[in-house]
Structure formats: structure tokens, C-alpha cells
């Protein structure tokens, strides 16, 4: 069945370096790549998405980017802040009638002051 | 606007009850989508579903499990005869239209004794 692999489970950085996620996606049918932020104790929340028209989308600090030729998609923090310490999780959509959302097994990043 | 709102958000059940989850959407929104997520684990599809109709249950156990997302009032995911495999995070999430950005909620966690 379709799945979503995401690398690394956990990654742990320094105050000020830059993080990055990595996914990829066996559907090819797939066109639509949401990325999610998830703190102790709540639901997710949307950070960034893409669509497959677009190769890169920046928003601030975050930046995603997409290689449908390879099915591989990154999510990019710069300059990070304690706060963004959670778990983040990739998602792939495919739009073919089922509008079946599979996500990413999750990173786990800690930010280190 | 209020968020997508879940209850009850904490619920305890023995083996062998009913749970009854609830889930009312974004004011607006039309969709809604359920997911389950074990500790430490992304979070798995289960349904999707449009006011009155099933699009998408093909997450969902063929038993014990059912969802629903009447007129008026709130989506409702059903587990009879629960049983401690169940016990997880359940979270809703809802849009207002197909293919198109996710909002979730805090989720319920359900504890099966």
C-alpha cells in the first residue's frame, strides 16, 4: 500500500543551526505535501504545505521543497529556537478519490539552548 | 472562529464498553477526518467523511468501529465493545472543501482498563 517514510526520528540541534526533514512518498499519484507541528499533549498544526506545481515554497524561517521525479520532499528550519522543539510530521496527499491523507512516522527535534 | 473542537478530551472505558468520541468542525467546514495515533507513532487515516455521507472508511477495522457525520450536530466516531488495543489518541480533523488544508483538533485520548 502507499507510505510515507521520514527520516530522522530524532534529531537534535543547536540553538541558532538549521534543521532538516526528510520524506518520501511511493504514490506517485500524490500531489498535495502538508507538513505538521505536534506539541505535547495537542493535536497538529499545519506549518507549511506544498502542492506539486511547485518545486519550493518559503514561508520565514521554514522552507519545504519537492522533487516529484524522486518522490522526496524536505522541510527546512533556519535559525532555530528552543520553541521549536516537537515533533514534526510530513504528510502525502493523493488526490484519486479517496482524498486519503498518509503521514510520516514523525521527527522528534530538540532545540538546544 | 473557533478551532475544530473535540470531546470529551480525556475518556476511560473498561473492556467491553462503548466510546463514543465527538467532533465538531471549523464553523464553515464540510469535511471531516478522522485518525488514530499510538504513543510515539504518526497518525493513521481512518475515515473521511462529507455531511451525511462516507467517502473514504478505508482505515477503518471492518468491526467494532463506525463513524458518522449527521446534519446538524457533530461527527461521531463510535467503538463498541472496546478492547485495550484501542486505547490511543484520536484526533478530528476537518476543511472546507476536498483536497484542501487539514485543521485539527486536541484530540481525545481514549484508555481502555
Known amino acids: 500500500g502507499e507510505n510515507v517514510e521520514q527520516h530522522p526520528s530524532t534529531l537534535s540541534v543547536q540553538e541558532g543551526d538549521s534543521a532538516v526533514i526528510k520524506c518520501t512518498y511511493s504514490?506517485?499519484?500524490?500531489?498535495?505535501f502538508p507538513w505538521y507541528k505536534q506539541e505535547l499533549g495537542k493535536g497538529p498544526q499545519l506549518i507549511i504545505d506544498i502542492r506539486s506545481n511547485v518545486g519550493e515554497k518559503k514561508d520565514q524561517r521554514i522552507a519545504v521543497t519537492l522533487n516529484k521525479t524522486a518522490k522526496h520532499f524536505s522541510l527546512h528550519i533556519t535559525e532555530t529556537q528552543p520553541e521549536d522543539s516537537a515533533v514534526y510530521f510530513c504528510a502525502a496527499t493523493a488526490n484519486t478519490g479517496g482524498f486519503k491523507t498518509i503521514f510520516g512516522a514523525g521527527t522528534r527535534l530538540f532545540v538546544k539552548a | 472562529n473557533a478551532g475544530v473542537m473535540q470531546n470529551p478530551r480525556h475518556l476511560v472505558r473498561r473492556r467491553g464498553q462503548e466510546a463514543r468520541l465527538r467532533c465538531s468542525p471549523m464553523k464553515g467546514h464540510s469535511h471531516v477526518y478522522w485518525y488514530r495515533q499510538l504513543p510515539e507513532e504518526g497518525l493513521k487515516f481512518m475515515v473521511y467523511?462529507?455531511?451525511?455521507?462516507?467517502?473514504?472508511e478505508s482505515g477503518m477495522p471492518k468491526e467494532r468501529f463506525s463513524a458518522e457525520f449527521p446534519k446538524e450536530g457533530p461527527s461521531i466516531l463510535r467503538i463498541q465493545q472496546v478492547v485495550r488495543g484501542d486505547s490511543a489518541a484520536y484526533f478530528c480533523?476537518?476543511?472546507?472543501?476536498?483536497?484542501?488544508?487539514?485543521?485539527f483538533g486536541a484530540g481525545t485520548r481514549l484508555s481502555v482498563l
Open positions: 504514490d506517485s499519484a500524490s500531489n498535495y
Open positions: 467523511l462529507q455531511k451525511e455521507n462516507i467517502i473514504d
Open positions: 480533523a476537518s476543511s472546507p472543501r476536498d483536497f484542501d488544508i487539514q485543521y
